[in-house]
């Protein structure tokens, strides 16, 4: 009789440590014995030490990696640019892109150098609207650049506390045009 009283003890000690240490054991143990009741068994599911540690983990992986994300995809969308820069872009992929500073700089969170391709050659009129809104370095050679953050105003679309360096070269008569972003 004293051996019964104890079997129940040595399940519920095999719980909590099944709980502590590999969550899913619980489910499937407690499935097996019937020990506690439906509802507590996934609430001590979804709140295992197992389960809080992933989810952190996931957190963490993703509060790192997004401005990594946000630089590399954010500033060579089309409407993205087309609001920085004020002019209508033809349509266009992006070919190539680079990391050009290290992950950890002294200057910049992360900068990246991209190189796009229109999908088919642009037309005089986008050619006008470079003369109007970009800087002419050289004949054919179109350039603009933004820097706003730390009190300068950013472009529509843009976050103020951001603080970010943006530029584009264009060049008449060539599909592939050049964008670089960067965090600082």
């Not at 087309?82 to 200057?107: A, H, M, Q």
């Not at 999908?119 to 050619?127: R, S, T, V």
């Not at 003369?131 to 050289?138: A, K, L, Q, R, T």
Request: net charge positive; with cysteine.
């Amino acid at each position: 009789m004293e051996n019964k009283k104890q079997y129940p003890l040595i399940k519920a000690l095999a719980l909590v440590v099944s709980w502590l240490t590999l969550s899913p054991l619980l489910l499937i143990l407690d499935g097996r014995w019937k020990l506690l009741p439906k509802w507590l068994r996934i609430v001590l599911f979804v709140v295992s030490p197992l389960v809080l540690i992933a989810v952190a983990v996931l957190v963490l992986w993703g509060y790192i990696s997004y401005p990594e994300y946000y630089m590399k995809y954010h500033f060579v969308k089309r409407r993205v640019v087309e609001n920085i820069t004020g002019v209508r872009l033809p349509r266009y992929k992006v070919v190539d892109w680079r990391r050009t500073s290290p992950c950890f700089s002294r200057f910049y969170e992360g900068a990246y150098d991209f190189t796009l391709e229109f999908n088919k050659m642009p037309d005089d009129e986008f050619y006008k609207k470079l003369d109007e809104n970009f800087d002419c370095f050289e004949p054919g050679e179109y350039g603009f650049s933004a820097i706003w953050g730390n009190g300068l105003e950013a472009p529509k679309g843009e976050s103020d506390e951001d603080d970010i360096s943006f530029s584009i070269d264009i060049k008449r008569d060539s599909k592939t045009f050049h964008i670089r972003a960067a965090r600082w």
